[in-house]
């Protein structure tokens, strides 16, 4: 049974550091794809538009996404509320990702449309150089 879980594809959420975080309550909740090409990022971010999300790549691997909307509305002094359903305080919101090593980071294309964020990207096909090395044993050192 227990190797059955250790081998479980979901594993490195339970025992390894998150590959993603989340704070301040957000309410961009995201969807993460993988095509042949690209890694695919979808995030919902209604009420927000592009100035107010910044996305960058943090420490060569770590995508950051952030918004911040400041929704303060001005009224004439006569004016007086009555209901305030909408929201007028100011609304947050963070993401952290571990991106995979096999990415362009200097390729990463993002839009925001009808309140959906979508990050591209591109996968790196070219083949790496293989992280195994030999050490020569010898009989003394």
């Known amino acids: 049974m227990a190797d059955g879980f250790f081998g479980h594809p979901f594993r490195r959420l339970f025992f390894s550091p998150p590959i993603f975080r989340d704070w301040s309550g957000s309410t961009a909740q995201m969807d993460w794809l993988e095509s042949p ?3 695919i990022f979808k995030l919902n971010v209604p009420g927000f538009n592009k100035e107010e999300i910044k996305v960058q790549v943090e420490d060569g691997n770590i995508l950051h996404i952030r918004g911040e909307s400041g ?3 001005s009224n004439p002094k006569d004016m ?3 209901v305030a359903e909408r929201g007028i305080e100011k609304r947050e919101f963070s993401r952290e990702i571990e991106l995979p090593e096999n990415v362009k980071v200097d390729q990463i294309k993002a839009q925001v449309e009808n309140g959906v964020l979508t990050i591209v990207v591109p996968k790196d096909t070219t083949p ?3 992280k195994v090395r ?3 044993i010898t009989s003394k050192l």
């Open 128 to 130: 790496k150089a293989s």
């Open 134 to 136: 030999n050490i020569n």
């Open 71 to 73: 929704k303060e509305e």
């Open 80 to 82: 007086v509320w009555h």
């Open 37 to 39: 090409t690209a890694h």
